[in-house]
């Protein structure tokens, strides 16, 4: 398990991560109501600088409208926000990549089941950047479990709770023997692995479920799909059927805990020549000369947190 640093962020300032805890009471603990982002903070030349914070914080909004969380947009804007991650990473001192994990929890205590107006705590902890997937190229199976409908518990809203279903399906890959899941939609067709994005190679074309394929929007995605059109590779968001992750050149997942990762076989099927493909190889490498500042035309992305 991935090492945690001792200083959390809860409600508006910095506490022991022993202390940093909610009530049993709260719809956080009684129904998993709180919607949450995990962010790479990496290192580089000018200091530990947060990925893509604006399009976390954004999705963090998006993930609380989507369920009825009312009370974290008024009271959290970017400026905030920022500072307080910055708070939190400056008071652990890292000195290594670490992953940010920043939770909104509703905190009221026994509202009942619902959402709207309720009291709200912003939770931001740090650990260290354990990948979820091994960099040799990752062994998955299509779960006996199907990705949750966007008309039962929305992907697109990261919601703790919601995680019952990653749970389900990577426990049925572990126990398997494999390191992870591919999961299908009702309909039978792909969406992701259990917290990670999906993408495949056939005929130098990049392919990747679209936003209503039940998945979650994953923003490493969003950086892949950046990253191949600016290499000039044709890009495709698309319905991709189980079949063809069979059949592809390269498979490989995204995400802020996977990075770029290659996946080497799918229900005891090889990918390709079971090693990493060239495309997969090159994002992976491009992924991460931006996460840590090695690429000037993608320093927006970067937000410092510590000034050097
Ligand atoms: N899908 C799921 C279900 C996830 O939990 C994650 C991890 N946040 C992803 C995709 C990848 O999203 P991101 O690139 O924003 O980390």
């Known amino acids: 398990m991935a090492r945690i640093y001792p200083k959390a962020f809860?409600?508006?300032?910095?506490?022991?991560?022993?202390?940093?805890?909610?009530?049993?009471?709260?719809s956080a603990v009684l129904y998993g109501l709180s919607v949450y982002t995990v962010f790479p903070v990496?290192?580089?030349?000018?200091?530990?600088?947060?990925?893509?914070?604006?399009?976390?914080?954004?999705?963090?909004r998006n993930s609380a409208r989507i369920i009825g969380i009312d009370t974290f947009e008024k009271r959290w804007g970017l400026t905030a926000f920022e500072k307080a991650v910055a708070a939190t990473v400056r008071a652990n001192r890292i000195r290594e990549d670490v992953f940010v994990r920043a939770t909104v929890h509703v905190s009221a205590q026994l509202p009942g089941t619902r959402s709207r107006g309720l009291e709200t705590t912003l939770s931001i902890f740090v650990y260290?950047?354990?990948?979820?997937?091994?960099?040799?190229?990752?062994?998955?199976?299509?779960?006996?479990w199907r990705r949750i409908p966007d008309y039962a518990i929305p992907s697109r809203a990261k919601v703790n709770g919601a995680y019952v279903n990653s749970v389900l399906a990577k426990q049925d890959a572990l126990d398997s023997g494999y390191d992870d899941c591919i999961f299908l939609d009702v309909a039978g067709h792909v969406c992701e692995l259990s917290a990670a994005n999906i993408f495949i190679v056939r005929d130098g074309t990049l392919i990747t479920p679209g936003a209503s394929s039940d998945i979650l929007e994953g923003i490493t995605r969003r950086t892949v799909l950046e990253l191949a059109t600016d290499f000039g590779l044709p890009v495709v968001e698309?319905?991709?059927?189980?079949?063809?992750?069979?059949?592809?050149?390269?498979?490989?997942?995204?995400?802020?805990?996977?990075?770029?990762?290659?996946?080497?076989?799918?229900?005891?099927?090889?990918?390709?020549?079971?090693?990493?493909?060239?495309?997969?190889?090159?994002?992976?490498?491009?992924?991460r000369h931006v996460l840590h500042g090695e690429s000037t035309q993608y320093e927006a992305f970067l937000t410092y947190l510590v000034k050097k």
């Open 10 to 26: 809860l409600g508006n300032k910095i506490v022991p991560l022993k202390q940093a805890s909610l009530g049993v009471a709260t």
């Open 42 to 60: 990496s290192m580089t030349k000018k200091g530990p600088a947060a990925f893509r914070l604006t399009d976390h914080l954004t999705r963090l």
């Open 128 to 144: 260290e950047a354990t990948p979820i997937l091994p960099t040799r190229g990752a062994r998955v199976k299509t779960s006996v």
């Open 238 to 287: 698309r319905t991709i059927d189980l079949t063809e992750l069979y059949v592809a050149d390269e498979v490989f997942a995204s995400g802020t805990s996977a990075f770029v990762a290659p996946i080497s076989e799918v229900d005891a099927r090889q990918i390709g020549d079971g090693a990493s493909g060239p495309v997969t190889k090159r994002l992976r490498e491009a992924h």
